[in-house]
């Protein structure tokens, strides 16, 4: 939704979200997301990423870079945040009468959310539940480096895959060492 001195407005059902004033100069987030609960179970200690954000950064492009570094297939917009005061998720015709859920293609992480602000996103609708702790706006962004996603800077732990499975098939796996009476003719054996 934007006004028309083109800056992002807020319906009135969810003014008490926390914004920035816009004469603020952008800074960079970095904000932890750890992998709670999914199909194997709640997930301990929990596996995580953290993501370095533009401000100019919306919750569309947040959702898209935690799918790529939980390594998830794209759930295609079976997603949602839930932060203190609304949903934030795309807008899905089916569900227009059931959720009031504002537009994440809209909606910028950095207006939004604080250092401190702890959100959950929710991957399939609730069957991935996941903590995101925003821990701190840093030094602004050069506007030249502005990333089309969000930057994943760390990872740690297990990752199950989207079905479950805790252990990722092994075909990134390298092939057993040829036997020495299979050295392939080029190499040369001393």
Not at 130 to 156: M, Q, Y
Request: charged share 15%; aromatic share 8%; hydrophobic share 45%.
């Amino acid at each position: 939704m934007t006004g028309a001195s083109g800056t992002l407005t807020l319906p009135a059902e969810v003014s008490s979200v926390q914004r920035t004033d816009s004469a603020e100069k952008p800074s960079s987030m970095l904000i932890r997301v750890e992998l709670l609960e999914g199909p194997p179970g709640r997930l301990d200690p929990p596996p995580g990423r953290e993501y370095l954000l533009h401000p100019a950064h919306n919750f569309a492009a947040f959702a898209a870079a935690i799918e790529l570094g939980f390594r998830w297939d794209p759930f295609l917009d079976l997603h949602r945040f839930v932060l203190a005061d609304c949903l934030v998720g795309p807008l899905l015709p089916e569900l227009e009468d059931t959720l009031a859920v504002l537009d994440e293609a809209e909606l910028l992480v950095a207006a939004t959310v604080q250092p401190g602000d702890v959100f959950n996103y929710e991957a399939a609708f609730g069957l991935w539940q996941h903590r995101c702790s925003v821990l701190h706006f840093g030094p602004p962004f050069n506007v030249d480096e502005l990333p089309s996603l969000p930057r994943t800077l760390a990872g740690w732990g297990t990752l199950p895959d989207q079905h479950g499975n805790l252990v990722r098939p092994t075909i990134w796996q390298q092939p057993p060492a040829p036997e020495p009476s299979q050295v392939h003719p080029l190499v040369l054996v001393l």
